[in-house]
């Protein structure tokens, strides 16, 4: 599994906003999915959300309505904008191609990016 390089997590407020990214080479170019998970310490891993390279995307209860997930074909690069932040929404994020994705040479795996939202 190759490892991923997220950017954009840190330190929000109830309310806030932040914005995650994503870049995984060669997936504008498959029909699979990238997927955004997060994990509390001491918690099992919890779905967010999913796109596909041609922008079909799913979102889980707890988030939908406040996250947006998007991709840059032209960039490879998958991003989960997240508005009106909870403190329940704090955890350690990271992005995943799904196991489709092995059929066209993709096995990626974001090292993983810390979002705290706390006053």
């Known amino acids: 599994q190759v490892q991923l390089a997220e950017s954009g997590g840190g330190l929000a407020q109830p309310g806030g906003s932040l914005r995650l990214s994503c870049t995984a080479p060669?997936?504008?170019?498959?029909?699979?999915?990238m997927t955004w998970y997060r994990q509390e310490a001491g918690k099992q891993r919890e779905w967010v959300s999913s796109?596909?390279?041609?922008?079909?995307?799913r979102y889980a209860d707890s988030v939908k309505g406040r996250f947006t997930t998007s991709v840059d074909k032209a960039k490879d690069t998958v991003y989960l904008q997240m508005n009106s932040l909870k403190p329940e929404d704090t955890a350690m994020y990271f992005c995943?191609?799904?196991?489709?994705?092995?059929?066209?040479?993709?096995?990626?795996r974001g090292q993983g990016t810390q979002v705290t939202v706390s006053s």
């Open positions: 995943q191609t799904d196991p489709l994705c092995e059929y066209f040479g993709l096995n990626y």
């Open positions: 060669g997936f504008s170019s498959t029909t699979c999915d």
């Open positions: 796109i596909s390279a041609d922008g079909s995307t």
